[in-house]
């Protein structure tokens, strides 16, 4: 089932074909030998990505799922709660928190920046946090966090670090097993989903709690939740054959196919490919004069917010790419018509995004925009094949 359309938004990504044949098998029990064969080796390729010795989660939901499983099983009713936000999606850890009665207070940063990391010790020396949320990259911006600079200050603090992966994992490392710093100094949890750097449709959440985060769980009684209680769930990730809800058996076949994926290009290699794919995409669009929202140094390998060269209309743009067979995404809140969203991460090939920067340029001189789309391409495999 080839795909007729470049899907470069920040997620769904582009599926490729054995990811689609694998979605497409015979649908079987979720008990037959076959399929727990099956999701057992989808958790043993998640363990070994997230390098955890704890236990991870994979279900039916999506990200938001997936955020609300960290959040309830770590933090109670009442408890302290510190979100670190660097835009929409680190914002709505916030919501999040209030909903089931936690305690939440913030640091955030201006739009396209980094948090300030002085303003977030100074927080956490108030005392009393029981853990801290990081939105790895925020997909509203294209800013990517510093775990190296976060991690170790949180930890200081005694805190649980909470990791959003969505759309970082498996194009970024979050490895569960690196000490920053101190053995004691590593990340507690990461949450995610299907749908972006893992290259499979949306329809999963996934969730990795270190020992220390399943002791956190482990110290409250009684939980504000059923579905998302992962007290619920342990007895089926150590022994897929069993039951507690009806796993999305399709999705679970084409999650495996996806990990599999993942695993065979090697995680230092993916992280190399996005760094450079991240890194290509942003230079060859400045040859257009479309800067990024983030600079360089805080820029994500996996999405860019592009920002319009004055008198380009969004919607305009938008749909002449669409018209093309390219979707990219709007940008989001207050950038709202002033960018657009460009994902580049998962399966994606250098070829697609040859392709792509020579849409944008054709599409801007569509529009009575100067853009040279040779100099553009040329930038673009420079960066990317230099690397
Ligand atoms: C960083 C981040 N966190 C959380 C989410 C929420 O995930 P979902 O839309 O799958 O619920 C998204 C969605 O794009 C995201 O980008």
Same mark, same amino acid.
């Given at each position: 089932?080839?795909?007729?359309?470049?899907?470069?938004?920040?997620?769904? =990504?582009?599926?490729?074909?054995? #990811?689609?044949?694998?979605?497409?098998?015979?649908?079987?029990?979720?008990?037959?030998?076959? &399929?727990?064969? #099956?999701?057992?080796?989808?958790?043993?390729?998640?363990?070994?990505?997230?390098? =955890?010795?704890?236990?991870? &989660?994979?279900?039916?939901? +999506?990200? =938001?799922?997936?955020?609300?499983?960290?959040?309830?099983?770590?933090?109670?009713?009442?408890?302290?709660?510190?979100?670190?936000?660097?835009?929409?999606?680190?914002?709505?850890?916030?919501?999040?928190?209030?909903?089931?009665?936690?305690?939440?207070?913030?640091?955030?940063?201006?739009? @396209?920046?980094?948090?300030?990391?002085?303003?977030?010790?100074? /927080?956490?020396?108030?005392?009393?946090?029981?853990?801290?949320?990081?939105?790895?990259?925020?997909?509203?911006?294209?800013?990517?966090?510093?775990?190296?600079?976060?991690? $170790?200050?949180?930890?200081?603090?005694?805190?649980? &670090?909470?990791?959003?992966?969505?759309?970082?994992?498996?194009?970024?490392?979050?490895?569960?097993?690196?000490?920053?710093?101190?053995?004691?100094?590593?990340?507690?949890?990461?949450?995610?989903? +299907?749908?972006?750097?893992?290259?499979?449709? $949306?329809?999963?959440?996934?969730?990795? &709690? +270190?020992? /220390?985060?399943?002791?956190?769980?482990?110290?409250?009684?009684?939980?504000?939740?059923?579905?998302?209680?992962?007290?619920?769930?342990?007895?089926?990730?150590?022994?897929?054959?069993?039951?507690?809800?009806?796993?999305?058996?399709?999705?679970?076949?084409?999650?495996?196919?996806?990990?599999?994926?993942?695993?065979?290009?090697?995680?230092?290699?993916?992280?190399?490919?996005?760094?450079?794919?991240?890194?290509?995409?942003?230079?060859?669009?400045?040859?257009?004069?479309?800067?990024?929202?983030?600079?360089?140094?805080?820029?994500?390998?996996?999405?860019?917010?592009?920002?319009? $060269?004055?008198?380009?209309?969004?919607?305009?743009?938008?749909? *002449?790419?669409?018209?093309?067979?390219?979707?990219?995404?709007?940008?989001? *809140?207050?950038?709202?018509?002033?960018?657009?969203?460009?994902?580049?991460?998962?399966?994606?090939?250098?070829?697609?995004?040859?392709?792509?920067?020579?849409?944008? @340029?054709?599409?801007?001189?569509?529009?009575?925009?100067?853009?040279?789309?040779?100099?553009?391409? *040329?930038?673009?495999?420079?960066?990317?094949?230099?690397?």
């Amino acid at each position: 089932m080839p795909n007729k359309e470049m899907l470069l938004i920040p997620g769904p =990504t582009p599926v490729v074909d054995e #990811i689609y044949e694998a979605l497409a098998s015979e649908t079987r029990a979720h008990t037959d030998p076959r &399929f727990v064969e #099956i999701f057992k080796n989808g958790l043993k390729l998640t363990r070994e990505m997230f390098n =955890t010795d704890g236990e991870v &989660f994979v279900f039916g939901g +999506s990200g =938001t799922l997936a955020m609300e499983m960290a959040i309830v099983n770590t933090v109670a009713p009442g408890e302290k709660l510190l979100v670190i936000s660097h835009g929409y999606f680190g914002d709505r850890f916030i919501q999040l928190a209030k909903a089931f009665g936690i305690e939440v207070e913030t640091v955030q940063s201006e739009w @396209g920046k980094h948090v300030d990391p002085a303003e977030v010790e100074a /927080k956490l020396a108030a005392g009393g946090f029981k853990a801290v949320t990081v939105t790895h990259v925020d997909t509203s911006t294209g800013v990517m966090s510093n775990l190296e600079v976060l991690v $170790p200050i949180v930890k200081k603090a005694g805190a649980l &670090f909470i990791l959003d992966g969505v759309c970082a994992t498996a194009a970024v490392e979050e490895n569960m097993g690196k000490e920053y710093g101190h053995p004691d100094y590593k990340i507690d949890v990461v949450l995610t989903g +299907s749908q972006k750097a893992i290259g499979v449709p $949306p329809g999963l959440g996934i969730v990795a &709690f +270190s020992p /220390k985060a399943l002791a956190a769980r482990e110290s409250m009684a009684k939980i504000p939740a059923y579905y998302c209680d992962i007290y619920n769930w342990l007895p089926i990730m150590q022994n897929p054959g069993k039951y507690y809800a009806t796993p999305p058996v399709n999705m679970l076949y084409a999650y495996e196919q996806g990990m599999k994926i993942v695993m065979a290009e090697g995680l230092e290699k993916r992280y190399q490919r996005h760094a450079a794919l991240g890194k290509a995409v942003r230079t060859a669009l400045a040859v257009y004069g479309m800067k990024a929202l983030a600079d360089e140094e805080v820029a994500a390998p996996t999405l860019s917010c592009i920002l319009y $060269p004055e008198g380009i209309d969004d919607a305009a743009f938008r749909k *002449a790419l669409a018209e093309k067979g390219m979707i990219v995404a709007g940008a989001l *809140a207050s950038l709202a018509g002033k960018a657009f969203r460009i994902g580049h991460m998962g399966n994606v090939t250098e070829e697609m995004f040859i392709k792509a920067i020579t849409l944008v @340029g054709e599409t801007l001189k569509e529009m009575n925009y100067q853009a040279d789309v040779e100099a553009a391409v *040329a930038e673009f495999k420079k960066v990317y094949q230099g690397q």
